[in-house]
């Protein structure tokens, strides 16, 4: 494993390292100390999107935030498989690599079905999960995109996509914020450096032409993941992923809890880190919930349940 340690700008004092996988360099940054926490990008992502939430939550865990294969600075693996589950197990043998037994994992869009598909599959690798406004089966905002990145028009589309002008690349990431004002060069570097480099488009468009295929996996594994604490964070103003969605998805989810925050749209944790790293922070430093015996519950709520009985 090679590491260096970054010195400049959000990243002070981040340990950058790369391990290889398969074959493959995979990129990844390390900061803290404690229980891990694993952050994974979205689909358009990289490391760089966490530079405002990686220092903090470095106070309470041991932050890993990882470039996936054929995004950010880990190489580019042409014909790599693009499907939920085949990410989800190149994650686990990287963990494997790097020496994390098991990890809290924290996810945003597509690399929050990432990480459900990563607990349906390998559980004894993951803890709790933080979800921000996770790509999910009960979502259809994105259907025209998809159907047109599907296309011919679409994927040519894509492949021009790097070489737009700032001013047009701003106002697309802007169409991910709850208040556009909010988007910096920084912000945008981090969804965009990656996509120059060659086979970066190509996989994503792997990734968006078996959506549906994936979606379809994750709505059935999802149905073994009842037990699982889950923090769910959404916007109110997400134009991707729709509010409405995380509704459904608690029903499959009910340990987990939500928070919405107003007036913030897709990209939460950079749109408004501050209140994102609290909430992520008082939530995972909670003590686990202790389950009542049944016994217990029987005597307190038998008088009650008696009494509810009676007024039927």
């Given amino acids: 494993m090679s590491s260096r340690v970054s010195t400049g700008g959000a990243y002070r004092g981040i340990e950058d390292s790369f391990v290889e996988v398969d074959g493959a360099r995979v990129h990844f940054q390390r900061a803290g100390s404690g229980r891990p926490l694993l952050l994974i990008h ?53 963990m494997q690599v790097v020496g994390i037994d098991e990890a809290d994992i924290a996810g945003h869009s597509h690399g929050g079905a990432v990480a459900m598909m990563l607990a349906a599959r390998h559980p004894e690798r993951v803890g709790r999960l933080v979800l921000f406004a996770p790509a999910n089966p009960f979502c259809d905002l994105g259907k025209q995109l998809i159907a047109f990145y599907n296309s011919r028009v679409g994927q040519f589309a894509a492949r021009f996509a790097p070489s737009l002008p700032v001013s047009l690349k701003m106002f697309a990431l802007g169409r991910m914020y709850g208040d556009s004002s909010r988007v910096t060069l920084e912000s945008l570097d981090g969804y965009t450096a990656g996509l120059t480099r060659p086979g970066t488009v190509a996989h994503v468009l792997q990734v968006v032409r078996r959506w549906y295929e994936d979606m379809g996996i994750l709505r059935t594994a999802l149905t073994g993941l009842g037990h699982r604490r889950a923090l769910l964070i959404w916007g109110d103003h997400d134009r991707a992923v729709g509010l409405a969605s995380a509704r459904q998805l608690q029903k499959l989810l009910p340990k987990s809890q939500l928070h919405v925050i107003p007036g913030v749209g897709h990209l939460a944790f950079e749109e408004m880190p501050d209140v994102c790293n609290r909430i992520v922070r008082e939530w995972l430093s909670a003590p686990e919930p202790v389950a009542q015996p049944a016994h217990a519950f029987k005597k307190r709520h038998a008088k009650k349940n008696l009494k509810q009985l009676k007024a039927c």
């Avoid at 992502?45 to 220092?55: D, M």
């Avoid at 790599?80 to 686990?92: K, Q, S, T």
């Fill in 42 to 94: 979205g689909l358009v992502g990289s490391a760089q999107n966490w530079r405002l939430n990686i220092g903090n939550l470095a106070d309470i865990a041991t932050v890993y935030a990882i470039d996936m294969l054929n995004m950010g600075e880990s190489d580019r693996v042409p014909g790599l498989d693009a499907g939920l589950e085949a990410i989800a197990d190149r994650i686990e043998r990287w």
